[in-house]
């Protein structure tokens, strides 16, 4: 009977068993659930910073390869050996007469038309005919063209300093923008400007000359610039005379 009693009490069920396994199966759940969460919140947080990251690691990349002497050497400004530096260049005779303003007409210092002149590279002094004629193109420049105050560049840096209109606008300098040199002097009779200079990063333009590629097949001539201006808007003009 005691026998029969122990093996009875050894099958007897827990009765807070199924309590217990309900509660276990309620905690792994939970568990499964939190660390569902937590992996969504860090992916998350991945994808905002992703990009911060990214960014953080190409900026150091381009440090140090600013640092590299190799990079520096090839980042130094295209200035042209001086076996290939120009022996002409173009040249305004006189500056512009300032303030000028959108839709006036530019003139220089004395009241007369802008010209242009053929100039000896290194001395500065006017240069007689070419033996062929010389097609001129009036560009507008970026007021701090050229980078670091540089007196030489190159052709492409020259190019990459020319302002273009801005969207919608007519072309930003209008007039006698093409020219024929003859006799090293081109005349510039009709030139303005048709927006004023407030948009661009310096504020300021210049007035730049160079040749028009293919219309002369001598070497390279090298391009002309005047100083930095305001370009106003012809609205003030009144109230500033």
């Known amino acids: 009977m005691a026998a029969h009693k122990r093996l009875h009490d050894g099958f007897e069920q827990d009765p807070d068993q199924p309590e217990k396994k309900r509660m276990e199966r309620s905690v792994s759940f939970s568990t499964v659930i939190r660390e569902a969460m937590v992996m969504k919140q860090?992916?998350?947080?991945?994808?905002?910073?992703?990009?911060?990251?990214?960014?953080?690691?190409?900026?150091?990349?381009?440090?140090?390869l600013v640092r590299s002497p190799r990079y520096i050497e090839r980042s130094s400004p295209e200035t042209p050996p001086a076996a290939e530096r120009p022996a002409l260049r173009l040249a305004f005779l006189n500056p512009p007469m300032l303030p000028i303003f959108t839709g006036s007409k530019i003139e220089d210092v004395n009241g007369e038309p802008l010209q242009v002149i053929?100039?000896?590279?290194?001395?500065?002094?006017?240069?007689?005919?070419?033996?062929q004629f010389m097609r001129?193109?009036?560009?507008?420049?970026?007021?701090?063209?050229?980078?670091?105050?540089?007196e030489e560049w190159t052709a492409g840096e020259f190019a990459?300093?020319?302002?273009?209109?801005?969207?919608?606008?007519r072309p930003l300098l209008t007039g006698d923008v093409g020219l024929?040199?003859?006799?090293?002097?081109?005349?510039?009779?009709?030139?303005?400007f048709t927006d004023n200079s407030s948009w661009v990063r310096c504020r300021k333009f210049r007035i730049g000359a160079r040749v028009v590629p293919g219309s002369y097949e001598g070497a390279r001539v090298a391009e002309a610039m005047t100083e930095?201006?305001?370009?106003?808007d012809h609205r003030g003009e009144r109230t500033s005379t």
């Open 42 to 64: 860090v992916q998350s947080v991945f994808l905002v910073l992703e990009p911060l990251l990214r960014r953080v690691v190409q900026e150091e990349i381009q440090a140090g």
């Open 118 to 131: 053929l100039v000896d590279a290194d001395t500065g002094s006017p240069r007689g005919a070419l033996p």
């Open 136 to 150: 001129v193109e009036l560009v507008p420049l970026f007021g701090d063209f050229p980078p670091d105050g540089r």
């Open 160 to 169: 990459r300093g020319v302002v273009k209109e801005r969207a919608g606008k």
């Open 180 to 192: 024929t040199m003859r006799d090293g002097r081109a005349v510039v009779n009709d030139l303005q």
């Open 228 to 232: 930095a201006f305001n370009v106003r």
